[in-house]
Protein backbone atom coordinates (compact mmCIF):
# COMPACT_ATOMS: atom_id res chain seq x y z
CA UNK A 1 0.00 0.00 0.00
CA UNK A 2 1.04 3.22 -0.89
CA UNK A 3 1.37 5.81 2.33
CA UNK A 4 0.19 9.35 1.50
CA UNK A 5 1.74 11.79 4.12
CA UNK A 6 0.37 16.10 3.55
CA UNK A 7 1.75 18.76 5.52
CA UNK A 8 1.10 20.90 7.37
CA UNK A 9 -2.08 19.46 8.81
CA UNK A 10 -2.89 23.06 9.12
CA UNK A 11 -1.89 25.82 7.74
CA UNK A 12 -3.14 29.58 8.31
CA UNK A 13 -3.02 32.18 5.64
CA UNK A 14 -4.54 35.63 5.24
CA UNK A 15 -6.60 36.15 2.02
CA UNK A 16 -4.65 37.10 -0.98
CA UNK A 17 -1.59 35.34 0.15
CA UNK A 18 -0.19 32.21 -1.29
CA UNK A 19 -0.84 28.89 0.46
CA UNK A 20 1.86 25.82 -0.47
CA UNK A 21 0.44 22.12 0.41
CA UNK A 22 2.82 19.22 0.01
CA UNK A 23 2.24 15.43 -0.42
CA UNK A 24 4.17 13.17 -0.02
CA UNK A 25 3.85 9.39 -1.47
CA UNK A 26 6.00 6.21 0.21
CA UNK A 27 6.68 4.49 -3.03
CA UNK A 28 6.06 6.16 -6.46
CA UNK A 29 3.07 6.93 -7.61
CA UNK A 30 4.28 8.26 -10.85
CA UNK A 31 1.78 11.19 -11.61
CA UNK A 32 -0.87 9.49 -10.96
CA UNK A 33 -1.55 12.17 -8.45
CA UNK A 34 -5.21 13.94 -7.73
CA UNK A 35 -6.13 16.90 -5.31
CA UNK A 36 -9.37 17.58 -3.71
CA UNK A 37 -10.93 20.70 -1.94
CA UNK A 38 -13.71 19.91 0.43
CA UNK A 39 -15.55 21.99 3.03
CA UNK A 40 -17.50 21.53 6.06
CA UNK A 41 -20.20 18.89 5.16
CA UNK A 42 -20.14 18.90 1.67
CA UNK A 43 -18.35 16.13 -0.33
CA UNK A 44 -15.02 16.36 -1.98
CA UNK A 45 -14.46 18.24 -4.86
CA UNK A 46 -11.82 17.31 -7.54
CA UNK A 47 -9.19 19.98 -8.33
CA UNK A 48 -6.02 19.06 -9.97
CA UNK A 49 -5.47 15.06 -11.83
CA UNK A 50 -2.61 13.85 -13.25
CA UNK A 51 -0.27 15.89 -10.17
CA UNK A 52 -0.78 18.96 -12.61
CA UNK A 53 -3.99 19.16 -14.73
CA UNK A 54 -6.55 21.41 -13.49
CA UNK A 55 -10.25 19.72 -13.58
CA UNK A 56 -12.99 21.48 -15.68
CA UNK A 57 -14.20 24.75 -14.03
CA UNK A 58 -11.17 25.06 -11.51
CA UNK A 59 -9.61 28.66 -11.23
CA UNK A 60 -6.23 28.81 -12.19
CA UNK A 61 -5.61 29.98 -9.04
CA UNK A 62 -4.84 26.30 -8.37
CA UNK A 63 -1.25 24.51 -9.81
CA UNK A 64 -0.43 21.57 -9.10
CA UNK A 65 3.46 19.95 -9.58
CA UNK A 66 5.48 17.01 -8.90
CA UNK A 67 6.21 13.81 -9.76
CA UNK A 68 7.40 10.04 -8.08
CA UNK A 69 7.12 10.76 -4.62
CA UNK A 70 6.91 14.39 -3.72
CA UNK A 71 3.69 16.87 -4.87
CA UNK A 72 2.35 20.25 -4.48
CA UNK A 73 -0.54 21.74 -4.58
CA UNK A 74 -0.11 25.50 -4.46
CA UNK A 75 -3.15 28.59 -4.13
CA UNK A 76 -1.36 31.77 -5.44
CA UNK A 77 -4.06 34.41 -4.09
CA UNK A 78 -6.04 32.84 -1.52
CA UNK A 79 -9.77 34.11 -1.65
CA UNK A 80 -12.18 33.36 1.01
CA UNK A 81 -13.95 29.96 -0.80
CA UNK A 82 -10.58 28.59 -0.84
CA UNK A 83 -10.47 28.07 3.26
CA UNK A 84 -11.06 24.26 3.41
CA UNK A 85 -9.32 20.67 4.22
CA UNK A 86 -7.49 19.76 1.02
CA UNK A 87 -6.92 15.96 0.40
CA UNK A 88 -4.02 14.31 -1.93
CA UNK A 89 -4.66 11.02 -3.26
CA UNK A 90 -2.76 8.28 -5.55
CA UNK A 91 -4.26 6.26 -7.72
CA UNK A 92 -1.18 4.28 -9.24
CA UNK A 93 -1.88 1.60 -7.05
CA UNK A 94 -5.68 1.16 -6.26
CA UNK A 95 -6.14 4.24 -4.11
CA UNK A 96 -5.25 6.08 -1.38
CA UNK A 97 -5.47 9.78 0.65
CA UNK A 98 -3.67 11.79 2.48
CA UNK A 99 -4.71 12.76 5.54
CA UNK A 100 -5.89 16.22 4.99
CA UNK A 101 -4.39 19.90 5.12
CA UNK A 102 -6.95 22.22 6.58
CA UNK A 103 -6.41 25.97 5.53
CA UNK A 104 -7.39 28.05 7.74
CA UNK A 105 -8.14 31.93 7.85
CA UNK A 106 -4.69 33.62 9.76
CA UNK B 1 -25.51 16.75 -15.02
CA UNK B 2 -24.26 14.03 -13.19
CA UNK B 3 -26.05 13.50 -10.27
CA UNK B 4 -25.14 11.05 -7.63
CA UNK B 5 -27.36 10.45 -4.34
CA UNK B 6 -26.92 8.52 -1.69
CA UNK B 7 -29.79 7.20 0.56
CA UNK B 8 -30.15 4.26 3.02
CA UNK B 9 -27.57 5.50 6.19
CA UNK B 10 -28.76 4.99 9.96
CA UNK B 11 -28.35 4.05 13.44
CA UNK B 12 -27.46 0.45 13.11
CA UNK B 13 -26.56 -1.83 16.44
CA UNK B 14 -23.10 -3.93 16.18
CA UNK B 15 -23.09 -6.47 14.00
CA UNK B 16 -26.52 -5.39 12.66
CA UNK B 17 -26.68 -5.09 8.65
CA UNK B 18 -27.32 -1.51 6.33
CA UNK B 19 -27.99 -1.31 2.36
CA UNK B 20 -26.73 1.98 1.35
CA UNK B 21 -28.22 3.11 -2.61
CA UNK B 22 -26.56 5.49 -4.67
CA UNK B 23 -29.19 6.62 -7.52
CA UNK B 24 -27.17 7.92 -10.88
CA UNK B 25 -28.35 10.60 -13.16
CA UNK B 26 -26.50 11.66 -16.45
CA UNK B 27 -24.36 8.89 -16.90
CA UNK B 28 -24.44 4.73 -16.69
CA UNK B 29 -23.31 3.42 -13.57
CA UNK B 30 -23.18 0.27 -15.40
CA UNK B 31 -20.24 1.67 -18.31
CA UNK B 32 -18.22 3.21 -15.35
CA UNK B 33 -16.26 2.14 -12.34
CA UNK B 34 -18.03 2.75 -9.21
CA UNK B 35 -16.49 3.35 -5.89
CA UNK B 36 -17.85 3.62 -2.29
CA UNK B 37 -15.35 5.88 -0.08
CA UNK B 38 -16.01 6.54 3.26
CA UNK B 39 -15.25 9.56 6.47
CA UNK B 40 -15.38 8.66 9.51
CA UNK B 41 -16.56 12.20 11.91
CA UNK B 42 -13.11 14.26 11.57
CA UNK B 43 -11.57 11.99 9.78
CA UNK B 44 -10.13 11.55 6.09
CA UNK B 45 -11.40 9.72 3.37
CA UNK B 46 -10.39 5.68 3.22
CA UNK B 47 -11.63 3.68 0.13
CA UNK B 48 -14.05 1.33 0.61
CA UNK B 49 -14.96 -0.70 -2.27
CA UNK B 50 -14.61 -0.62 -6.36
CA UNK B 51 -17.13 -2.09 -8.91
CA UNK B 52 -15.37 -1.91 -12.37
CA UNK B 53 -17.56 -1.76 -15.59
CA UNK B 54 -16.80 -5.50 -16.07
CA UNK B 55 -18.33 -6.45 -12.64
CA UNK B 56 -14.85 -7.17 -11.28
CA UNK B 57 -15.05 -6.52 -7.03
CA UNK B 58 -12.58 -5.26 -5.12
CA UNK B 59 -12.71 -4.03 -1.33
CA UNK B 60 -10.46 -2.76 0.89
CA UNK B 61 -8.77 -5.31 4.00
CA UNK B 62 -11.21 -3.66 7.00
CA UNK B 63 -14.21 -4.51 4.85
CA UNK B 64 -13.41 -7.77 2.85
CA UNK B 65 -16.09 -10.59 3.65
CA UNK B 66 -18.46 -8.00 5.68
CA UNK B 67 -19.36 -5.67 2.72
CA UNK B 68 -20.80 -6.18 -1.01
CA UNK B 69 -20.80 -3.99 -3.95
CA UNK B 70 -23.11 -4.14 -6.42
CA UNK B 71 -25.18 -2.48 -8.80
CA UNK B 72 -28.35 -2.59 -10.55
CA UNK B 73 -29.32 -1.75 -14.40
CA UNK B 74 -32.41 -1.41 -15.16
CA UNK B 75 -32.13 1.51 -12.14
CA UNK B 76 -28.95 2.90 -12.54
CA UNK B 77 -27.92 2.40 -9.07
CA UNK B 78 -24.52 1.31 -6.82
CA UNK B 79 -25.35 -0.44 -3.62
CA UNK B 80 -23.48 -1.59 -0.23
CA UNK B 81 -24.41 -4.61 1.35
CA UNK B 82 -22.84 -3.72 4.95
CA UNK B 83 -23.09 -7.00 7.13
CA UNK B 84 -21.26 -7.89 10.90
CA UNK B 85 -21.29 -3.86 11.10
CA UNK B 86 -19.07 -2.24 14.08
CA UNK B 87 -18.43 0.70 15.80
CA UNK B 88 -15.31 1.54 13.73
CA UNK B 89 -17.70 1.53 10.58
CA UNK B 90 -19.41 4.43 11.71
CA UNK B 91 -18.94 6.80 8.70
CA UNK B 92 -20.37 9.38 5.80
CA UNK B 93 -20.41 7.14 3.13
CA UNK B 94 -19.37 8.83 -0.82
CA UNK B 95 -20.00 7.29 -3.84
CA UNK B 96 -17.84 8.20 -6.89
CA UNK B 97 -17.41 7.40 -10.32
CA UNK B 98 -14.65 6.68 -11.09
CA UNK B 99 -12.52 8.05 -14.40
CA UNK B 100 -11.01 4.72 -15.84
CA UNK B 101 -8.33 3.34 -13.65
CA UNK B 102 -7.69 6.40 -12.19
CA UNK B 103 -9.44 9.49 -10.24
CA UNK B 104 -12.88 10.46 -9.17
CA UNK B 105 -14.76 13.36 -11.09
CA UNK B 106 -17.84 13.06 -9.58
CA UNK B 107 -19.20 12.52 -5.58
CA UNK B 108 -22.82 11.68 -4.31
CA UNK B 109 -23.44 13.90 -1.13
CA UNK B 110 -22.85 11.24 1.04
CA UNK B 111 -24.87 9.15 3.55
CA UNK B 112 -24.01 8.70 7.18
CA UNK B 113 -23.86 5.24 8.80
CA UNK B 114 -23.75 5.05 12.58
CA UNK B 115 -22.92 1.56 14.36
CA UNK B 116 -24.01 2.01 18.40
CA UNK B 117 -25.54 -0.11 20.92
Known amino acids: EIVMTQSPATLSVSPGERATLSCRASQSATSNLAWYQQKPGQAPRLLIY???TRATGIPARFSGSGSGTEFTLTISSLQSEDFAVYYCQQYNNWWTFGQGTKVEIK | EVQLVESGGGLVQPGGSLRLSCAAS????????MNWVRQAPGKGLEWVSVIYSGGNTFYADSVKGRFTISRDKSTNTLFLQMNSLRAEDTAVYYC???????????WGQGTLVTVSS
Open chain 1, 50 to 52: GAS
Open chain 2, 26 to 33: GFTVSSNY
Open chain 2, 96 to 106: ARQVGGSYTDY
